[in-house]
Structure formats: C-alpha cells, structure tokens
C-alpha cells in the first residue's frame, strides 16, 4: 500500500534545502564519474558506521539535487535512526527523510519510515515526528495512517504533551473524508487519544465535540473509553444535561464512565455529586479511582462525609459482594496507601453508629503488617471480633505471620486462639506450624509446650511436635523441662522415637549427668515401639562409657549383637582412655566388686589387658 501510494500520488512543489537545515552548496550536476565514486564513498562509510563522513557525501548528493541509489539512502536514514542517544544524528535522519519526501518520496523505504519514527518515540521527540507527518501531508505524500499514528501519539502522550498531536489527527481525518482515502482514517485508539487530549488536557469543549463529529463523518463508533472521556469534561465543566445524555448512550457497564464522572467531579470540587455516583455506581472502582475520591474529601476537611459514604454505600451493597470490592475497602484501601489515617475513618464511622463491613478493616490491618505493628493489629482485631464482625481466614493467616516474624508471640498466640474461637478457619494446621517453627527458631520451648496442651483437641499433634519442644528445652539445658515434656508426651500415648531420645541423651551429656541415660535406657528397653537403630547405639554408649556405667554399656552391647548393629570397639576404646582418670579404679575395687566386673567385662570386650 505504502509504495502503491508513494509512487502514485503528484507532488506539489520542489526541495527547499532551507526548510531543513542543510547548508546551502553552490548546485552543480554530478558527472556519472562522479555520482560512482560518491556512492563508492557513501557505502564504505556505512559499512565503518562513520555516519559522520556519510552525511556529508549526502550533502554531496543534495548540493546537486540528486540521490544516491536507493539502498545507501534507506541505509543512511536507518543508521542515523538508530543513534537515539545522539540527537544531531537524529535531526540528521529527519533532515534526510523530509529531503527525499520532497525530492522523491518512492526512495524511501516504509520500513526506513517506520524505524525512524520508532527512534522519535525511543528519544521522546514530538516535534520532529509532527514536523515529518505535516512534511508528508504538504507534499501529499500520504503514508498509511495504521503505520505511523501509532507511534506519534505514544510519543506525544509520553513527553506530555498529547494536545499536540490534534492539528495531525485532523489533517489525517480531512483527508480521509475528503479525499476518500480510508487508509488515512484514524482508528477507534487515535480518536480516543484526540478526546484524550481534547477532554482531559485541554478540556475544551468544542475541541472534544469537533473529534465526536470526525468520528461520526469516518463511521467511526465511541466506545466506553470516548464516553468516560466526554464525561470527566462534562462533569469538569458541570454540564449535568450532557452527563445525562452520554450516560444514557452506554450500553453495558458504565464503570469506566462512572470513574470519569468520579474525577471529574472531584476536580470541580462537586463532592455531593461524587457522593451520588459512587452510591449508583455501587463498588468495583479501581484503586486510582478510589484515591481520587479521598483525596477530594480529605483536602476539602469532610471526612464525615467520607464515613457516611462507607455506611451507605455498606447498606447498599450486597452480601456476596468480595471484600476487596466494597466501597468501604476501596476507600480504607487509599487512606492508607496515600497515607492518610485510615483509623480516623473508622472511629468517625463508630461515632456514627455504622458499619462499613470487613472491608474497611483488612487495608489498616494489612499497614499493621507490613510496618510490623502487631501489637496495634491485635488490638484492633479485639475490636472486631466483639463488634460482631468476622475477619476472613487469609487475614488471620497474615497477622500470625507478621507476629511471629516480629517475634511478637504474645500478638500471634492471642490472634491464633481469636481465629480458633470464632472457627472462621476449620483447618488450623498452617498458623499452628508457623507459631511452633518461629518459637523453635527463637528458642521459647516453655511457650510451645503451652502452646501444644493447648491446641491438642484443635490440631493434629504428633510425636515430632513434642521432640520439636524436648529438643529445644535440651539445648537450652533445661533438662527438668525436658523432662516434664518427656514425661507428659508418654502420659498422652505419644510413642517416643529415636529423636527423642538423642535430644534427652545429648542433653544430659552436655550437663554430664550420666546417671539420667541409664534410667533412659532402661525406659528405653521397655518401650514397645521405638527401635534401636546405630545412631542411637552410638548416643548410649558414648555417654554410658564416659560416665562409667560399664553395666549398662554391655546391655546396649548385647542389644546390637542381636539386632546385629555394628559397634565400632575402637571408638570406645578411645573413650573409654580419655575417661579412665575419672573412674578412681584403686578405690573402685575395694567398695564395689560388681562395677569391677563390668569394668573387666567392658575392657575384655575393648580389648584392654590387664
């Protein structure tokens, strides 16, 4: 389409090198001699990338008022183009292009149009981009608007200055109405981006109406976009009638014009009508939406108004309505983010005696969170469980979490037993593991052994839940609360395993009480289901030799003969050498003759002669 039109349409007047900033040379024909070795010339510098040297070879070719041969020129352009980050290079590319529009636009590659006009946008360069659709224009060279627009209005929309794409977006429907030329007809994306610009930059309102009735002359229909925009200016300029007649032209939801209407409204200063639409657009408004509104209440001093917004619109929403959805969250939602107090809300709320639903509270209790003030959030979860309402699952969950990595147990543990009491969650299993885990981590076991005795008809414990606190109490070297848990985990029918063992054997060598493992082993053998595996074998023995229970030492010998363990002699032999100055054997032989013969007993096993 781009060539067809390039080659067909008649140009209208020859190169003005003045309009594009080349120096003037003295014009003279190029000998055939003269125009090779130019082109020789031009094509070694692309190939270096010396645009530099490039440049004034085009010159050259421009002094004569000629052109190099079509692929050095695209190349040339699409070079210059590239250099985004250097803008004589790209005032060059620009300079290059509006020279062969003029000379003869079917040089120019679409392609080669396209990157440069991508490069604009890159350099966030309106005004050459506007300056090389009007050179187009004016020569009747007349490019496809599809390949173009586009990037004119994101370059114009990104340096803020949308407004100024409107002299263009005309030109561009004028010669579609006039000339016929439907690939010159701006798309639905182009006209909004003009209401855009017409509504919400420039507020005019017979700019805005002038663009409805481009699209109207194109066949182009308005979606909900062109109304919303049409509405902010309405309610901008506070023409009721005209806010009336476009909200009876959208069919469907009026979401988007509802939040037009919303800014508009808010921008005027007209929070009364504000206060209407949010009650007869019912919830669902987006965040920014939301902001919007608080802003406009909470600068004009009206944070009643606010709270008895909530309250209306609570009595008006439904009850399957999501939390996140209702008015009341939206509206906590932007007090918060904007930091405003969200709490002053609430408490204007009470003293109105109204409701605003969970969701006026889930926003502040989330701040709570992240600036980890649980102690805060705590108190204000009191306050919402004895006003009646209940807080969801998710939001328990997260408060708990907080807690515990703030290491604020007394907030998690007072949360936990609110969510158990209100049975909001039925499977407590998660908050139960994250306060056990974070307890363990900071070394609380006299908590977690609380913690369980309290939860066991709620949760699922397990034997591993109570080594988890035997464990802990052990490295701490509380061994009498080791164990009382050990004690009370056997009263409850909770079947110790080897870990649990390990933990109370490595807790009372650490203390050298040693006597303690032979009474554990004793238990040990009487238990029905815990088996002796060769890391166990190897706690017992290390601690019985070291305390010089040699007794009891074979028992746990004979015990892996049977079970056939392997038993490393060498490695008690060893022990048994650093322990021997502490048995005092001269004195032993005299008083105790039975320890003597396990003594013996052990040392044959050992390999010890006498």
Request: charged share 25%; proline share 3%.
């Given at each position: 389409?781009l ?6 349409l ?12 080349i ?61 985004t ?20 636009p ?9 990157t ?15 300056a090389?659709?009007?050179?187009m224009?004016?020569?009747?060279v ?6 173009w ?5 994101d370059t ?10 409107l ?13 016929r ?14 209401l855009?610009?017409?509504?919400r ?7 805005a ?7 109207d ?6 979606d ?19 806010v ?11 979401r ?11 921008k ?21 939406t939301?902001?919007?509104i ?14 008895t ?16 959805r ?23 709320m009470?003293a109105?005696?109204?409701?605003g ?20 959030a ?10 009646g ?23 998690a543990?007072?949360l ?8 909001v ?30 939860v066991?008809e709620?949760?699922?414990?397990k ?7 035997i ?8 061994l ?38 032979v ?38 010998v ?14 008690y ?7 021997l ?15 003597i013969?396990?003594?013996d ?10």
């Open positions: 389409m060539r067809k039109t390039l080659t067909l008649p140009r209208r007047r020859p190169f003005s090198s003045s309009s594009f900033a120096s003037p040379l003295p014009s003279k024909t190029l000998t055939h001699l003269q125009v090779s070795s130019f082109e020789s010339s031009l094509h070694s510098s692309l190939t270096t990338h010396n645009t530099d040297q490039a440049w004034k070879l085009f010159r050259s070719f421009a002094a004569s008022s000629s052109l190099p041969n079509k692929p050095l020129l695209n190349s040339l352009i699409t070079q210059l183009s590239s250099e980050t250097t803008p004589h290079k790209l005032k060059r590319a620009f300079v290059s292009a509006a020279y062969v529009i003029e000379k003869d079917t040089f120019l590659e679409p392609n080669t149009l396209l440069l006009f991508r490069s604009m946008k890159l350099a966030k360069a309106p005004s050459p981009a506007l090389l659709v009007k050179c224009f004016k020569n009747r007349f490019v496809p608007f599809d390949l627009g586009g990037l004119v209005i114009c929309r990104e340096s803020g200055n949308l407004a100024s794409f002299i263009v977006f005309k030109e561009s429907c004028g010669l579609a109405v006039d000339e030329l439907d690939y010159m007809k701006p798309g639905l994306d182009a006209c909004n981006a003009a855009e610009a017409c509504c930059e420039i507020e005019s309102l017979t700019d109406e002038s663009v409805i009735e481009l699209m002359l194109m066949g182009v229909k308005p909900e976009c062109s109304f919303g925009f049409l509405g902010y200016l309405y309610a901008r300029r506070g023409v009721k009638e005209k009336k007649e476009v909200e009876s032209l959208v069919d469907g939801s009026k988007v014009l509802y939040s037009s209407l919303i800014s508009g409204y808010v005027s200063g007209d929070l009364d009508s504000v206060y209407d639409v949010v009650l007869r657009g019912g919830c669902g408004f987006s965040e920014e939301y902001c919007e608080v802003k406009g209440f909470i600068e004009s001093k009206k944070v009643k108004s606010l709270a917004l909530i309250i209306e619109a609570q009595r008006l929403e439904s009850e399957s309505v999501e939390i996140e209702s008015v009341g969250f939206g509206v906590i939602n932007a007090c918060v983010n904007l930091g405003f107090s969200g709490k002053s809300i609430l408490d204007e009470n109105q005696g109204g409701s639903g969970i969701g006026v509270y889930v926003p502040i209790l989330k701040a709570y969170c992240k600036e980890n003030r649980t102690s805060e705590t108190q204000l979860v009191k306050e919402i469980s004895s006003s309402v209940q807080l969801d699952a998710e939001t328990y969950k997260a408060l708990i979490e907080a807690s515990m990595t703030k290491q604020d147990f007394v907030s543990l007072t936990f037993r609110d969510m158990r009491e209100t049975r969650v039925t499977d407590l299993k998660g908050s139960y593991l994250t306060i056990m885990t974070g307890l363990l981590e900071n070394q609380r076991p006299e908590l977690m052994a609380s913690f369980v005795e309290e066991l709620d949760v699922e414990v034997s591993h839940d109570w080594n988890s606190i464990h802990a109490f052990c490295k701490s070297r509380r009498e609360d080791a164990k009382r848990t050990f004690r009370r985990m056997v009263f409850l029918q909770y079947e110790p395993n080897h870990q649990t063992y390990l933990s109370l054997i490595n807790g009372y060598v650490s203390c050298g009480r040693y006597f303690e493992v009474v554990l082993w004793k238990e040990f053998k009487e238990g029905k289901k815990a088996k002796l595996d060769h890391a166990l074998a190897d706690a017992f023995l290390n601690a019985l030799v070291r305390g010089g229970f040699f007794g009891t030492a074979m028992q746990v004979e015990k892996c003969k049977e079970m056939k363990i392997f038993v490393d002699k060498w490695r032999k060893a022990v048994f050498m650093e322990t100055k502490n048995l005092r054997l001269p004195k032993l032989r005299k008083r105790k003759v039975k320890k013969e396990f003594l007993a052990f040392k044959n096993w050992v390999g010890i002669t006498t």
